[in-house]
């Protein structure tokens, strides 16, 4: 199978939300962002149902959509990240994690440059690719594991307290 897409002015969250929708076991999911409320309330809905879903975001952006709040209380990552059978890592460096793909039970994978966004799914100039090639799903199982299995890896807790910890860019401590 393989389908792609690109997106302005196709949405392809319909077609994340549907993929999403039909996962029975696992989902492997990489974010550089994740904003897009379909997807995210997709995610919760498999999650709810005993879906095991692991969810690796980019630290940059985590920090940004939290905007301090570690709860993301005003996001609907917040609600995700609370999720049953839900677990999140987050990339400690802060050198890109920019990543748009998830896995779907093993064997379905979307990858692209479209992020999880309304900007990035409708708005921007981007691709979305569906495939079940055994080689490229070996790939990416390959390329997850090794990013999931990081030591430095953080807790979006850790990665959003630990932002204020740092000192903003161009200013000198003493």
């Not at 990665?159 to 000192?167: D, G, T, V």
């Amino acid at each position: 199978m393989l389908l792609q897409r690109y997106t302005n002015p196709a949405d392809v969250s319909a077609i994340d939300v549907a993929t999403l929708t039909d996962a029975t076991a696992t989902i492997e999911f990489a974010a550089y962002s994740l904003t897009h409320a379909a997807v995210i309330s997709a995610l919760i809905a498999k999650g709810k149902a005993g879906v095991k879903i692991r969810l690796y975001l980019d630290r940059t952006e985590l920090e940004s959509e939290a905007r301090g709040d570690v709860q993301l209380s005003h996001s609907p990552l917040g609600a995700l990240l609370t999720t049953p059978n839900v677990q999140t890592k987050v990339k400690h460096s802060t050198v890109l994690m920019h990543l748009k793909s998830y896995l779907v039970d093993g064997r379905l994978l979307r990858d692209g440059s479209a992020n999880f966004s309304p900007l990035g799914e409708f708005e921007q100039d981007n691709s979305m690719l569906l495939t079940d090639d055994p080689a490229t799903v070996r790939l990416f199982q390959t390329k997850f594991e090794t990013m999931w299995g990081r030591l430095d890896n953080l807790s979006p807790a850790q990665a959003i307290a630990s932002s204020h910890a740092r000192p903003a860019p161009g200013s000198r401590s003493h």
